[in-house]
């Protein structure tokens, strides 16, 4: 059992390396994804920035200038491919991810959402969420993107505060940032979120609270809270370890977490997964199916992919990843179709690990039919319901396994990163594994390759 139960790490969206890395043991597991319906989300990453925050290490360039139709001919190519090899027959939604992907022009965007609708259904009304910073999101911009067809918008916000904004090196004032979402949710009324994040050097908990009401008088339905994550190599890292601006204290970051959970749900919001938060069902589609462990399709430099090759004949989930640097993908793309780097078959056990991990990050957590579609021999009860590490975890009031499946109680989707070994231990003991998993970092909401989240 895990000693105490910390708070949780930001955990970035599904686009970086999943938990995993099962034992050898080759124990009952998935029913073959090939009898699941065809049907997936994608993943569009456009890896282009102006500037570079100072937090940033996510798969992003700065360069003089883009080709845009180039870049757009190798995105609409590479779609093409990868929805053929995956023989998906339905889009079930489109993020268009980055980078800052608001920076494209409407006719990129246009053009794979026709090519997607070309080689498989999109459905009308599928949601179509595009990322985008205040500095590049005009009334006519915005305006173009919804012509082109997206109808969600995911403003990186991140701060009101104007000081905050330049230590985080962002381009926009927070004068800027509130002008773009007011323009957002006019054209976007119901689908406009905002991305805040918390923890940075030298923030109190007050002027977190502060930023929150600020954020509430303006925002729409959907909010996304980050702890901010200080990695190696970026400038914020540097300045924060050589003494030039404070590390904040873990005890003040869970209590800026929990501070944001009480204030957002008093005003009506759902604190439907980890770092997400909603109104009024706004609840975002296209991160629920890497959070309910559905198929994905990325495209784009240094995307990531979760699906089945069935035009090859394969019968197992494939982990994907995509060239990173722009100029090497499109070579690839342009010689073979697509510029995939990276191809690993998922082990039935590393596919019930992700579930596990993405799926209790929702306040829904696993349904046993969902369980039941990766796991038919051995039920959620099976595995989770004996004497044991989760059975601990139910009577110390972290977790609930009943009729409606197995999720964390409100305390315990505060600290889902401190149950997961203990769950992941349990299970690869169930099944038969040799060994538990490494303990990487957990991928989340946003980033060079997944969704935002992760």
């Known amino acids: 059992m895990a000693a105490a139960r910390g708070w949780p790490r930001k955990l970035a969206a599904v686009a970086g390396a999943l938990p995993g890395g099962g034992g050898p043991g080759r124990a009952p597991g998935p029913a073959p994804d090939t009898a699941a319906p065809a049907t997936a989300a994608l993943y569009v990453h456009w890896p282009y920035c102006r500037k570079r925050c100072s937090y940033c290490n996510f798969n992003t360039y700065v360069v003089p200038a883009v080709d845009e139709a180039a870049v757009r001919s190798c995105l609409v190519r590479e779609a093409q491919t990868l929805l053929r090899l995956s023989q998906v027959h339905s889009v079930t939604s489109v993020f268009f991810g980055g980078g800052t992907p608001s920076l494209a022009s409407p006719g990129t965007i246009a053009a794979v959402l026709e090519a997607v609708a070309g080689a498989a259904h999109l459905p009308a009304g599928a949601e179509v969420t595009l990322e985008a910073n205040p500095s590049s999101t005009s009334a006519s911009a915005l305006d173009g993107f919804r012509a082109a067809g997206v109808n969600r918008l995911s403003i990186g916000v991140q701060s009101l505060d104007d000081a905050e904004l330049r230590m985080l090196g962002r381009e926009h004032t927070a004068a800027e940032a509130l ?110 199916s890497y959070w309910q462990a559905e ?88 595995v989770f319901g004996e004497p044991g590490e989760a059975r601990a975890l139910q009577q110390e009031g972290w977790l609930v396994l009943d009729n409606g499946g197995l999720r964390c109680t409100w305390t315990g989707l505060a600290v889902l990163d401190s149950l997961l070994p203990d769950l992941l231990w349990q299970l690869q003991r169930v099944l038969g594994a040799a060994r538990l998993p490494p303990r990487g970092r957990m991928a989340g909401e946003r980033g060079g390759g997944g969704a935002r989240g992760l």
Not at 232 to 240: F, I, S
Not at 353 to 368: C, F, K, N, P, Q
């Open 295 to 382: 198929q994905y399709i990325g495209v784009g430099p240094g995307a990531h992919g979760r699906f089945v090759l069935r035009a090859e004949g394969g019968c197992s989930r494939e982990a994907r990843v995509q060239t990173l640097e722009p100029v090497a993908w499109m070579r690839e793309v342009q010689s073979q179709g697509h510029g995939t780097r990276s191809r690993v078959v998922l082990s039935p056990l590393e596919q019930l690990e992700e579930l596990l991990t993405l799926g209790l990050r929702t306040d829904e957590g696993i349904t046993h039919k969902r369980w039941g579609h990766f796991s038919p021999q051995l039920s959620l009860q099976a």
């Open 179 to 288: 002008k773009a979402v007011e323009a957002a949710r006019g054209l976007f009324p119901g689908r406009t979120s905002i991305d805040l994040l918390f923890g940075l050097p030298g923030q109190s908990r007050d002027a977190w609270a502060q930023g929150l009401e600020a954020t509430l008088r303006v925002c729409d339905d959907h909010i996304s809270l980050y702890q901010l994550t200080l990695e190696r190599g970026t400038a914020l890292a540097a300045q924060v370890r050589d003494g030039a601006l404070p590390a904040p204290p873990q005890d003040l970051l869970a209590d800026m977490y929990q501070t944001a959970r009480n204030v957002l749900v008093a005003a009506g919001f759902r604190h439907y997964e980890v770092s997400n938060f909603a109104r009024k069902g706004a609840l975002s589609t296209h991160n629920l």
